[in-house]
Protein backbone atom coordinates (compact mmCIF):
# COMPACT_ATOMS: atom_id res chain seq x y z
CA UNK A 1 0.00 0.00 0.00
CA UNK A 2 1.24 3.41 -0.89
CA UNK A 3 1.58 5.98 2.48
CA UNK A 4 2.31 9.38 2.75
CA UNK A 5 4.07 11.09 5.45
CA UNK A 6 4.26 15.01 6.40
CA UNK A 7 6.59 15.97 8.99
CA UNK A 8 7.83 19.58 9.94
CA UNK A 9 4.81 21.47 11.06
CA UNK A 10 4.80 23.29 14.73
CA UNK A 11 4.27 26.77 15.82
CA UNK A 12 6.63 30.02 14.97
CA UNK A 13 6.51 33.60 15.56
CA UNK A 14 5.47 35.95 12.37
CA UNK A 15 8.23 36.60 10.42
CA UNK A 16 10.08 32.93 10.83
CA UNK A 17 10.11 29.79 8.71
CA UNK A 18 9.61 26.27 8.99
CA UNK A 19 10.41 23.78 6.16
CA UNK A 20 7.48 20.45 5.61
CA UNK A 21 8.73 17.47 4.40
CA UNK A 22 6.64 14.71 2.48
CA UNK A 23 7.58 11.09 2.11
CA UNK A 24 5.99 9.02 -0.25
CA UNK A 25 6.40 4.83 0.23
CA UNK A 26 5.55 1.66 -0.83
CA UNK A 27 4.94 0.07 -4.01
CA UNK A 28 5.51 3.18 -5.93
CA UNK A 29 6.63 3.05 -9.57
CA UNK A 30 6.58 6.85 -10.91
CA UNK A 31 5.46 10.21 -9.17
CA UNK A 32 4.03 12.51 -11.31
CA UNK A 33 2.96 15.78 -9.36
CA UNK A 34 3.68 16.30 -5.57
CA UNK A 35 1.54 18.96 -4.50
CA UNK A 36 1.33 20.92 -1.10
CA UNK A 37 -2.48 22.16 0.10
CA UNK A 38 -3.42 24.07 3.53
CA UNK A 39 -6.66 23.93 5.11
CA UNK A 40 -7.61 26.77 7.67
CA UNK A 41 -10.33 26.57 9.91
CA UNK A 42 -13.71 27.37 8.11
CA UNK A 43 -12.38 27.31 4.71
CA UNK A 44 -11.76 25.42 2.28
CA UNK A 45 -8.51 23.67 1.31
CA UNK A 46 -6.50 25.52 -1.33
CA UNK A 47 -3.64 24.36 -2.93
CA UNK A 48 -0.53 25.99 -2.17
CA UNK A 49 2.40 24.96 -4.37
CA UNK A 50 3.15 21.83 -7.17
CA UNK A 51 5.71 20.79 -8.07
CA UNK A 52 5.88 17.79 -11.26
CA UNK A 53 8.97 15.15 -11.41
CA UNK A 54 10.32 17.82 -13.92
CA UNK A 55 10.81 20.00 -11.37
CA UNK A 56 8.18 22.31 -12.61
CA UNK A 57 6.51 24.59 -10.00
CA UNK A 58 2.87 26.27 -9.40
CA UNK A 59 2.48 28.65 -6.12
CA UNK A 60 -1.31 30.16 -4.81
CA UNK A 61 -0.05 33.75 -5.16
CA UNK A 62 -0.85 34.31 -1.57
CA UNK A 63 2.60 32.12 -0.99
CA UNK A 64 5.11 33.59 -3.96
CA UNK A 65 7.92 35.15 -3.16
CA UNK A 66 7.87 33.53 0.35
CA UNK A 67 7.57 29.45 -0.10
CA UNK A 68 9.56 27.11 -2.09
CA UNK A 69 8.77 23.48 -3.49
CA UNK A 70 10.99 21.26 -4.14
CA UNK A 71 11.33 17.33 -3.97
CA UNK A 72 14.08 14.83 -4.33
CA UNK A 73 12.68 11.72 -6.66
CA UNK A 74 15.24 9.32 -5.34
CA UNK A 75 14.07 9.98 -2.34
CA UNK A 76 10.07 10.21 -3.62
CA UNK A 77 9.91 13.07 -1.26
CA UNK A 78 8.64 16.93 -1.56
CA UNK A 79 9.37 19.86 0.79
CA UNK A 80 7.72 23.01 1.44
CA UNK A 81 10.46 25.64 2.90
CA UNK A 82 8.63 28.77 4.26
CA UNK A 83 9.54 31.87 5.17
CA UNK A 84 8.31 34.92 6.16
CA UNK A 85 5.27 33.72 7.58
CA UNK A 86 2.08 35.16 8.96
CA UNK A 87 -0.74 34.32 10.88
CA UNK A 88 -2.75 33.95 7.82
CA UNK A 89 -0.12 30.85 6.87
CA UNK A 90 -1.63 29.30 10.12
CA UNK A 91 -3.50 25.82 8.27
CA UNK A 92 -3.38 22.30 8.60
CA UNK A 93 -0.77 21.56 5.74
CA UNK A 94 -1.69 18.34 3.12
CA UNK A 95 0.72 17.01 0.97
CA UNK A 96 -0.62 14.97 -2.18
CA UNK A 97 0.30 12.79 -5.34
CA UNK A 98 -0.41 12.05 -8.86
CA UNK A 99 1.46 8.24 -8.61
CA UNK A 100 1.31 5.26 -10.11
CA UNK A 101 2.20 1.94 -8.51
CA UNK A 102 1.90 -1.46 -8.32
CA UNK A 103 -0.58 -3.63 -6.84
CA UNK A 104 -1.48 -7.55 -7.57
CA UNK A 105 0.36 -7.27 -10.45
CA UNK A 106 -1.14 -4.54 -11.64
CA UNK A 107 0.54 -0.86 -12.75
CA UNK A 108 -2.24 1.58 -11.15
CA UNK A 109 -2.36 5.05 -11.45
CA UNK A 110 -4.17 7.00 -7.95
CA UNK A 111 -3.80 10.44 -6.10
CA UNK A 112 -2.38 10.25 -2.42
CA UNK A 113 -2.39 12.38 0.94
CA UNK A 114 -0.87 12.60 3.86
CA UNK A 115 -2.83 13.16 7.02
CA UNK A 116 -2.00 16.33 7.85
CA UNK A 117 0.65 18.60 9.98
CA UNK A 118 -0.44 21.71 11.80
CA UNK A 119 1.47 24.78 11.07
CA UNK A 120 0.62 28.09 13.52
CA UNK A 121 1.98 31.11 12.90
CA UNK A 122 1.45 33.09 16.14
CA UNK A 123 3.56 35.64 18.32
Known amino acids: QVQLVESGGGLVQPGGSLRLSCAASGSIFSIHVMDWYRQAPGKQRELVAA???????NYADSVKGRFTISRDNAKNTVYLQMNSLKPEDTAVYFCAADLKYYSGGYLLSNDYWGQGTQVTVSS
Open 51 to 57: ITSGGST
